[in-house]
């Protein structure tokens, strides 16, 4: 893989639509086998691999904007939300604390499958950065399903909230960091360059109001969703937890 001459990124074009078909391959596979093996050593020892991998890869990211593009340090930080959902999203995996889950359930899910659909990013393959990019965020939606359906972990009914809320505090303290050190994580300061769903959403700050806005619909539309998916019989037939499917939610 490349890390030197990027090419033009397009967006729909093949090597995206490419990588997105590899990814869905991938989630097919995971997920079946967390569904045969649910709550099984086995299941542990791949999702303790599979967020292993997230975080050796989000380190190696890191260092190469920073040590071979010639990033500002500052800003090869995991703050933006997909970098911090790669984060606790290998943590979960590797050792499943329900409140940590029940962040990235809702940050992973409704913010890495965006990204991934609307990426902001200018390389392509067969540069290095595009597929720590699509992997890390493809692999964060997969890995809070796998989480979900293996683990038999399950948001409960006030985490949609929960999440909104943490999600509100955290944003507060990048703020501060941006302030401090001139930077944009969380896009707090500026949409992204490139172009993206926030481009809709009006000029800054109407933007970020918009953002709170679809947050606060589209968290609880992905609790109720979750709770429909885990009385399909194929995921449900596996959980040996209270309330039925692990990709179910308890009251």
Known sequence: MDTETPREFVMFGTAHLGILLFLVMCAVVL????CRQAET???Y????????????????????RWLWIGEPFRNVLPLHLCGMSVLLTGVVL??????????VFYWGLVGATLAVITPDTPYAPPHFL??????????????????????????RARSPWFALAMLN??????????????????????????????????????????IEGIGAVTFPLVY????AVG?????ARTSTHKGGAGFSAEG
């Open 45 to 64: 020892r791949m999702g303790g691999a599979l967020g292993l991998y997230l975080l050796v890869q989000e380190l190696a990211d890191r260092m190469v």
């Open 41 to 43: 050593p086995r299941v």
């Open 94 to 103: 590797l050792r499943p604390v329900q409140s940590l889950f029940e962040l």
């Open 169 to 210: 505090a955290y944003a507060v303290l990048v703020a501060v960091f941006n302030a401090l050190f001139g930077t944009n994580y969380l896009y707090l300061c500026a949409k992204p360059a490139g172009g993206t769903l926030m481009d809709a959403f009006g000029p800054w700050p109407v933007y970020l109001l918009v």
């Open 224 to 227: 109720l969703l979750s709770r």
């Open 31 to 34: 997920l079946t086998f967390a």
């Open 231 to 235: 009385k399909i019989p194929w995921c």
């Open 130 to 155: 595009f597929f720590t990019f699509f992997l890390s965020h493809g692999f964060v939606v997969i890995g809070v399903l796998y989480a979900a359906v293996g683990y038999g972990l399950q948001p």
